[in-house]
């Protein structure tokens, strides 16, 4: 019986022996499970970090086509019979009503009362018949586009209306007569 409980003793051990090999080598997955944990974390966070570094990139990127947009501005062009003057083209007519030597006028910043100065600029529409010929196909030239001045002019104390032509790069300027649109309005002034 000594023989059978030794041969059993020792299933028993070998019994057990599989069963700490098993438990060890669970342990040993278990160790290896819990590895695997913090690497797929480790994982997951490099990824976000990638993804918020192109987002940042991104966004940079944005930011800076539009402050181009914003700081870099175009040079307006007039867009179209009806258009109202631009900042250029009002530029381009005070540059040359400036330079007509014979109206003596000064920037209306500098101007005293008795001096002659730009009082405003606005565009002219065309005449409607030319608009409705150029629009009908009867007329292929596209009407002038112009600007109307009014100066003041201290020296006779009067106001004085320019029609300025062509807009853009004017060239010519025709005094309208006192009849005109002031006339209309009874701004025939004296002081």
Sequence with gaps: MASNSGVGDSAQVDFQMEE?????????????DSNEL????EQQLRCWKIFAIVF??????LLLAVLLVVFI???????????????????QIIKFMLNQKELKLKRSFKAQLDDNYI?????????????LQWLDGSNQTIPERKAR??????????IEEYIVSPVPNPQIKT???????????GLFVKW
């Design 175 to 185: 005094k309208r007569p006192n009849e005109s649109l002031l006339g209309k309005l």
């Design 73 to 91: 501005k175009t040079p307006l062009q007039s867009q179209g019979l009806f258009s109202g003057l631009t900042p250029q083209e009002a530029d």
């Design 56 to 61: 940042i990139v991104l966004s940079a990127l």
């Design 38 to 41: 913090p690497n797929k974390i």
């Design 149 to 158: 001045v009014l100066l003041f002019m201290g020296e006779t104390q009067t």
């Design 119 to 131: 009082y405003s600029i606005d565009d002219e529409l065309p005449p409607k018949s030319e608009v």
């Design 20 to 32: 700490r090999n098993r438990e060890a080598g669970q342990s040993s997955n278990s160790f290896e």
